[in-house]
T-cell receptor, first 109, second 113 residues
């Protein structure tokens, strides 16, 4: 079966750096997405990786290793507003999105 | 503001009643999707439409139906609601079925008693 694994919850301190990991086993691979979802709100797009390597976008970076079935989302200079759930999703060989359950990130002052 | 509009935002429904969740997008996206989100689980695809006039079943289609008469609208119908359909429902769209990120509506919180 297809599976996306990410930690259920993480805690970090304001101003610090945090890395959220995502491992996947899917039928084929056509890209990996990270979304941010604040409590009670809709998911919003953060990043997309289809080739191995690091994609940087401001304070957020996303890394992909297709051979390892692994990605991480790196958040720098954490702010209180970064408290949210972070969802990892993989597009499989049928171009369907397989979603992880999300990682709830708690930022403490 | 361009995007996806869902209605209603919240609804309490008696079991056995029929309910339609509305979804409209103004981005002229070809593909549209309905997901449900339950605590501790990832987003699960109910139904999708790759283009106007076509629909397909997702991971959890039982008890739900959809139609896609035009590009903009993609309503989701629960023919006879059951308590296990209590969930938050998100409509989403993407430029194509194989390309682009998904844009989500604000969600519809449905409680079936």
């Amino acid at each position: 079966g297809q599976n996306i694994d990410q930690p259920t919850e993480m805690t970090a301190t304001e101003g610090a750096i945090v890395q959220i990991n995502c491992t996947y086993q899917t039928s084929g691979f056509n890209g990996l997405f990270w979304y941010q979802q604040h409590a009670g709100e809709a998911p919003t797009f953060l990043s997309y990786n289809v080739l191995d390597g690091l994609e940087e976008k401001g304070r957020f970076s996303s890394f992909l290793s297709r051979s390892k079935g692994y990605s991480y989302l790196l958040l720098k200079e954490l702010q209180m507003k970064d408290s949210a759930s972070y969802l990892c999703a993989v597009r499989d060989s049928n171009y369907q999105l397989i979603w992880g359950a999300g990682t709830k990130l708690i930022i403490k002052p | 503001i361009a995007g996806i509009t869902q209605a209603p935002t919240s609804q309490i429904l008696a079991a056995g009643r029929r309910m339609t969740l509305r979804c409209t997008q103004d981005m002229r996206h070809n593909a549209m999707y309905w997901y449900r989100q339950d605590l501790g689980l990832g987003l699960r695809l109910i139904h999708y439409s790759n283009t106007a006039g076509t629909t397909g079943k997702g991971e959890v289609p039982d008890g739900y139906s959809v139609s896609r008469a035009n590009t903009d609208d993609f309503p989701l119908t629960l023919a006879s609601a059951v308590p296990s359909q209590t969930s938050v429902y998100f409509c989403a769209s993407s430029e194509g079925s194989t390309t682009g990120e998904l844009f989500f509506g604000e969600g519809s919180r449905l409680t079936v008693l």
